[in-house]
C-alpha cells in the first residue's frame, strides 16, 4: 500500500494539468491502464487507492473522463443498436419445434378494392400507359447522337415516329416468325406493313444504332448493369406499381433468353431458356405483373440490413413485398426463396405466405424422414410448428416427399385430389393439406406471365445485350397492357368473342406502331423515301 501511494504522488496537480493542456490524454490513459494492472486482489486495498485517486484528480481531469465515458458509451449504444436490428429476426440457433396443430391466430379474410368504373379503350391506349411517349422521344435523341459518336457518315437523323416504326416492326415479327430478319421485305412474300412501311436497309441501320442514354453521360459512381435500359423499366414498373393488388400474388423469377457476353448473364438448369438475364417478379395469380427487380448480383436495389438477415432469396421477396400496403394479401414463393425469418417478418406485417422449404434452411425440425414417409400410405403427412406458433411445417409424402412452409395455414382441412398410380395401373384419390392446395392454386403467375412472352417472342439473333433486352420490355409491356385490357373488357360486359386474344392485340399494337398512328384504320401508309 505504502509502495502505491508513494507512486502516486508522482503525479502532482500540476503535472496532469500540464498534461492535459499539452493534449496528452494518451498519457492519462496509460496512466490509468498502468495502476489497474498494479491493483490487488484485495477489495479494501482498492478502495483505498480509488479514494486516493479521487482526492488528488483535480476538476479538469473529470471533465476530461467524464467525456471519455461518454463517448464509450455512445459507442456502445451503436453496437446495441446494430444488435437490435439483427434481433428483429429470430436466430436460428433459437428456433425450436414441436408437433401440434398449426392454428392462425391472425384475420385472413381479404376485402377487394373497389372496382373502377371501366372506360373502354382502344388496344394501343392500354399499351401506350407502359410505353408513353417520352421513351420514343428519349430512343430518337439518343440513336441520333450514338450514330454521331460511332462516326457513322450514311446515318440520316431519325426521328420519333421511325422509332415507332422500328419498334411495332419488330412486334409484328414476334407474330409473323419468319426465319430471317430480311425476307419480310422479300418480294414474294408481300407483308405490307414491312414493304410499305420503312426500307430494309433503314430497318437494319436504325436497330443497329437504338439507344436510350447517351454512353458519354455515364456517372462515374454507376452501378447499375442496365443503366443503357434503365429508362425503359423504370417507364414499364412504374405503370405496375400503380395496378391494384389481387389477393394472390407469387414471387418467382423469369430468364430473358441470351447467351451473348454479359456480367450478369444467368445459367439455370431445367429452364426452357437455361442461358440469359434473370428478373425476379411479382405477379397475381392472373398473370399480371406488379413489381419486378432485374438481377445484378450485389448491385441489385436490396437493403443491406436484409440482405444480410434474410440472404439473397429471401431478400428479394422481401424487397418486392414492399409493394403490399393492405393487410391479408397471400404471397407464395419457392425453396429458393423460403427462409423462416422471411415467413416471420412477412407475418409481422399481415401478409400471409407460404412456400415449398428446404430443411436444412429451419434449424432441424424433428419431421419424419423420407424413409418413414415411404413406409406410409400415399397422402400422409407430419406437421412441426415453432414454440411461438409463427410458422408451421408440412412434410407430405406424393409422390415423393415435399415440405411446405407456412405462416398462415399448415395441415388444415384436408382435401383429396386425383393421382395415378404406376404400380396398380389405375387412379388413386390421395389426401392432399390445405397448404399444398392453396400453393398450387396460386404459385403459377409468373409462369403464366412467362408464358404469354414466349408465345409471341421476338426472336432477335444479336450479341448485343441491349437490343435483346428492349425487344423483351417492349414483349412484356404487350403482355400485361392485354391482360389489363382484357379485364377492363370482362368489368364492361363485352363479350368474350368481341375480346382480342393476345395475338389480334400484340399485331394491333404492332400496325398502330408502324404506321406511325394509334388509330384503328390499318390502311397501309407509303414510306416516304
Known sequence: MAERLQRGKKYKVEDFLERLVNGELSELDSLNSGNEEDETSSE?????????????????????????????????????RGRQEEM??????????????????????????????????????????????????????NTNVYALQSGTLSFQPTSPGEIRTVIGLHLAMGVLKMPRVSMYWEA????????????????????????????????????????????????IRSRCLELPLEENLCVDEQMVPFRGTLSVKQFIKGKPHPWGVKIYFLCGKSGMAYDFLLHQGTNMELSQEHRKQLGLGAGVVYHLSQRITEANHKLYFDNYFTMYNLLELLAERKIHAAGTA?????????????????????????EVVSLDGKVALVKWYDNRPVVMASNIVGVGRMNEVQRWDKKKAQFLMVSRPEVVKLYNEAMGGVDLLNQLVSLYRTEIRSKKW????????????????WLEYRLDAKRANIQTKDIQDLLHFKMNVAQCLALGFPGDDLTAVPYPR
Open 188 to 235: 414474294g412474300m408481300d407483308i405490307g406493313i414491312f414493304q410499305n412501311t420503312m426500307p430494309r436497309d433503314r430497318f437494319f441501320q436504325l436497330r443497329s444504332h437504338l439507344h436510350l442514354v447517351n454512353n458519354l453521360e455515364k456517372p462515374a459512381d454507376n452501378n447499375d448493369v442496365f443503366y443503357k435500359v434503365r429508362p425503359l423499366y423504370d417507364a
Open 88 to 141: 428483429t429476426v429470430t436466430r436460428k440457433e433459437e428456433i425450436k419445434w414441436r408437433h401440434r396443430p398449426f392454428n392462425t391466430i391472425m384475420d385472413t379474410s381479404f376485402e377487394n378494392p373497389p372496382i373502377q368504373e371501366a372506360h373502354p379503350m382502344r388496344p394501343y391506349e392500354f399499351f401506350k400507359q407502359y410505353i408513353p411517349d417520352e421513351i420514343f422521344n428519349l430512343m430518337a435523341d
Open 466 to 481: 441491349t437490343l435483346r433486352m428492349i425487344t423483351h420490355a417492349f414483349d412484356m409491356a404487350v403482355v400485361n397492357s
Open 44 to 80: 479494501i486495498g482498492g478502495t483505498e487507492r480509488d479514494s486516493e485517486e479521487v482526492t488528488c484528480m483535480p476538476e479538469e481531469l473529470d471533465v476530461a473522463n467524464e467525456i471519455e465515458l461518454e463517448e464509450k458509451d455512445s459507442v456502445v449504444t451503436e453496437e446495441d
Open 358 to 382: 428446404r430443411v436444412f434452411r429451419f434449424a432441424r425440425p424433428p419431421l419424419q424422414s423420407d424413409k418413414e414417409m415411404a413406409k406410409k400410405p400415399r397422402g400422409s403427412c407430419d
